[in-house]
């Protein structure tokens, strides 16, 4: 089993920038697919963003991208969300995921079902 943790959330003025860190403990992170999903009040949950085991892939929503990077360094079992030119819109709680995955895919889930493992969540609020 993984236990992962987000950190990094904040309050940011529009068009500032924050990034989420995901740690990871009990396995090692080299053998999930990692995503970030986000939950606006009222709405359901979203995917974000989403990195393959060995990092080659990356996956983002139409929204975020050429705004928002995730990355991951498998030697600290941390999983990143860097979020650049945010917008009120960006508001929610941010969750990261994680898939166990055999070690020949690239794989990426936009489903947030097909994810094992949950962090708490991080508060991202972006103020106009």
């Known amino acids: 089993q993984v236990h992962v943790v987000e950190s990094g959330g904040g309050l940011v003025q529009a068009g500032g920038s924050l990034r989420l860190s995901c740690a990871a403990s009990?396995?090692?992170?080299?053998?999930?697919?990692m995503a970030w999903f986000r939950q606006a009040p009222g709405k359901a949950v979203e995917f974000v963003a989403g990195?393959?085991?060995?990092?080659?892939?990356?996956l983002y929503i139409d929204s975020v991208k050429g705004r928002f990077t995730t990355s991951r360094d498998n030697a600290k079992n941390t999983v990143y969300l860097q979020m650049n030119s945010l917008k009120p819109e960006d508001t929610a709680v941010y969750h990261c995921a994680a898939k166990w995955a055999p070690a020949a895919t690239s794989e990426i889930y936009t489903n947030s079902n097909t994810y094992d493992y949950w962090g708490q969540g991080t508060q991202v609020t972006v103020s106009s």
């Open positions: 009990g396995r090692t992170l080299s053998n999930y697919i």
């Open positions: 990195i393959s085991r060995g990092g080659a892939n990356t």
